[in-house]
């Protein structure tokens, strides 16, 4: 369905601009990168993997990157494989098997044989849904590729970053195409249907091939697979560690030596309830080396340098000369020059390590949280490769303000909030770590603003542009559940009237310097939270909330009484933006439906009484975030999905693709700016973008583009 080469489109008068941030300057951080590649005969060809961002391509090192394959399905990519005999072809898995909830659904193998430039889109109905963990191609034969197929991320059942895929539960486990790429089979022989980790090659003898079912959860055939029949046979390895307690499993061959195999092994993940706030457990639990091909094993005992996320971040890479240097990376990275003796802090400048690779040059290149970084000693010193690479995840509750256009105050993941004010993809600064979440701007003086990161009552207010910070959180309770970053708006009459979201309502009248709940509890009981809550810009006393169970509440009295209007809406668990007013009519509002097979956008007429879906023109994908602009008496309704914006000029009886040029990537956030005439959206994983808002004119509406076709 979604196979053939894939061109991209071309730009329209309505173009997409991007506003960065690529990187965030003075820390050189952007978004996460799941994955990096590099050339086994070029020392300063790289590829990256951005976790939802695409592929991007480094010529010289890592100093520049250029994107490619913006047009594809769905940029989440979790694995990379240049081929080791000719690196003009290139493999990418889209989904990311990182075990986060942003760690979203793929759409099929990517392939390209002139380095990114066009591609073709393989396994589209096999693994649509799912995730790659790894793909390697055979140094023996460059059309025998395997892949290591995991669930997209999450905790309760590890799907919540499918979105309801109908195919987020088929097959997992390794696949194997002798034909590079073009049919697959499930490899058997021993292995099971269970999420894969890891696959390996021997470099030497094409007959071995190791394998790691390692589900974060803990399943009983988790362990470490060794074939020595070019796979048809596959039987557990003799490495003795207690199956009950394995979670995720990492595996490293030694180039210089392929008897030396490594495993990094993750204690499993707890079972968390739906939607609560991480999962927990996943430590270190040891590392394994045998010198024998598996037959014996030693084990050791680094320390836990995971925290309790091994199913989120966990990479291991061997020297390419000497097999008793190794690195093994998770919240910290350490090295080893003694086999795993003993071991060294060399974390890069950011935490949280995915990848691991050594460039033809012996560079060790790490994909962090923060970016690609570059060591040419070891991890002694390392220098960011970041400039060009906009990858930057944002989430919910970005803010802008009437008198400046260049000001945009926006919350990452991991990277904190930051603050742009200037031109260029650099004229972002970082003002306040964590995950940053909800903003909010005093629409009279823009260095008055609140910054939020993950957790009750993490909320902080500044009235000096970010150069000090006061917490404002008195009154809240610390205990009150929340969605990770609790949604904040301001009244928009009434700028000392504020709300902030647990899984109750509060609500300060002094501009946040004290607060009080003004609602019981909202969700359908523990673990949930609200997740987006909005005030109608023309009725202050109309109020709507989304909880991460799905209830959709109105409140027509400032938010003391609520009643419910939709149950079961899509959605992660994390804060949202997903329900939007119009700005003249209370009495009309829109809710998005953050999944697939939904209602897609979900209308009212009369405040919330009742709901009627208007999504049916729109492609089966998730919608993520909705904006209602008014332009003379139209009403013009956009809805920010995983596959970029649509509009509808017609109350949602037709649907068209707003704009060109912006990525293929998950729309998180949608800000309507009339003061500056342009809608403006935050992606998770490609930055910020704007356009010039639909004008009063009537347009004819095109048709739907088959670029969001097959999902």
């Known amino acids: 369905m979604l196979a053939g080469l894939v061109a991209a489109p071309p730009l329209a008068s309505q173009a997409w601009r991007e506003l960065g941030p690529a990187p965030i300057s003075g820390v050189e951080f952007t978004g996460r990168a799941a994955a990096i590649a590099t050339s086994a005969k070029r020392a300063n060809r790289y590829y990256a993997g951005a976790a939802s961002g695409g592929v991007w391509e480094s010529t010289n090192g890592g100093r520049s990157w250029t994107a490619r394959g913006d047009e594809l399905p769905i940029l989440s990519i979790g694995a990379l494989a240049v081929d080791p005999d000719d690196d003009r072809i290139l493999y990418a898995g889209s989904g990311e098997a990182n075990g986060a909830y942003h760690s979203l659904y793929g759409l099929g193998l990517y392939k390209s044989t002139d380095r990114g430039r066009t591609w073709q889109v393989l396994g589209a109905d096999l693994f649509a849904g799912r995730a790659f963990s790894r793909i390697v191609v055979s140094p023996h034969d460059s059309n025998d590729v395997w892949v290591a197929v995991a669930r997209a991320g999450g905790t309760f059942g590890t799907v919540e970053g499918a979105r309801g895929h109908p195919k987020r539960k088929g ?60 796979g048809r046979r596959f039987a557990k390895a003799g490495l003795e560690i207690n199956p009950q307690l394995l979670g995720r499993i990492m595996l490293a061959i030694a180039p210089s030596d392929p008897d030396r195999v490594y495993a990094l092994i993750m204690n499993r993940t707890n079972r968390d309830k739906p939607y609560g706030f991480s999962p927990g457990g996943a430590s270190t639990l040891a590392i394994i080396r045998s010198d024998d091909g598996g037959d014996t094993a030693t084990t050791f005992f680094p320390g836990n340098f995971q925290g309790g996320q091994g199913n989120y971040n966990a990479a291991i890479v061997v020297h390419p000369t000497d097999p008793d240097v190794f690195f093994v990376g998770g919240v910290q990275m350490l090295r080893s020059t003694d086999g795993g003796e003993t071991y060294a802090d060399v974390t890069p400048p950011h935490v949280d390590v995915h990848g691991l690779v050594f460039d033809a040059r012996g560079r060790l290149v790490a994909a962090t949280d923060g970016g690609i970084y570059v060591s040419p000693d070891l991890g002694d010193t390392w220098f960011a490769r970041n400039d060009g690479l906009g990858t930057v995840q944002f989430y919910a509750g970005a803010s802008l303000h009437p008198s400046d256009a260049t000001f945009l105050l926006a919350g990452t993941q991991d990277n904190g909030t930051n603050l742009r004010v200037g031109a260029g993809p650099r004229a972002w600064r970082h003002v306040f770590g964590g995950d940053g979440g909800y903003t909010a701007v005093d629409q009279a003086d823009p260095d008055v603003f609140f910054v939020e990161f ?100 109105t409140s027509r009295d400032r938010g003391a009484t609520w009643s419910l209007g939709l149950q079961s809406l899509g959605g992660w668990p994390r804060v949202t933006r997903q329900i939007a007013v119009d700005p003249r009519n209370h009495a009309f509002a829109y809710v998005a439906d953050m999944r697939f097979g939904g209602g897609k956008v979900w209308q009212t007429k009369n405040a919330g009484r009742s709901w009627q879906s208007i999504g049916k023109g729109l492609p089966d994908v998730p919608v993520n975030t909705v904006g209602v602009h008014r332009a003379g008496s139209r009403r013009f309704i956009l809805a920010g999905t995983d596959a970029g914006v649509f509009l509808s000029r017609n109350g949602g009886a037709t649907w068209e693709t707003y704009g060109d040029g912006l990525p293929n990537v998950p729309v998180q956030d949608l800000i309507v700016d009339p003061d500056h005439q342009r809608v403006v959206v935050t992606t998770l994983g490609r930055g910020v973008w704007w356009t010039a808002l639909p004008k009063a004119a009537a347009d004819a509406p095109t048709t739907l583009p088959l670029k969001a076709a097959g999902r």
């Open 454 to 553: 993950q957790g009750t009552g993490n909320l902080f207010r500044t009235t000096d542009g970010g150069a000090t910070f006061n917490q404002s959180a008195n009154g809240i309770d610390p205990n009150d559940r929340n969605c990770f970053l609790p949604p904040l708006v301001v009244d928009p009459g009434d700028p000392r009237r504020l709300l902030y979201a647990t899984q109750r309502i509060y609500e300060s009248t002094d501009g946040g310097l004290t607060w009080r709940p003004i609602s019981g509890d909202l969700t359908g009981g523990p673990p949930f939270s609200v997740r987006s809550l909005v005030i109608a810009p023309s009725n202050p006393n109309l109020v709507h909330a989304l909880t991460n169970d799905g209830r959709l509440l």
């Open 171 to 230: 097959a997992v486990g390794v696949f194997r195409s002798r034909d590079g790429g073009l049919t697959w089979d499930r490899v058997r022989g021993g292995l099971r249907n269970v999420m894969a980790s890891d696959v390996q090659l021997d470099p030497v003898d094409p007959d071995r091939i190791w394998v790691a079912h390692g589900d974060p959860f803990g399943r009983n055939p988790n362990g470490i697979y060794l074939s020595t029949d070019g």
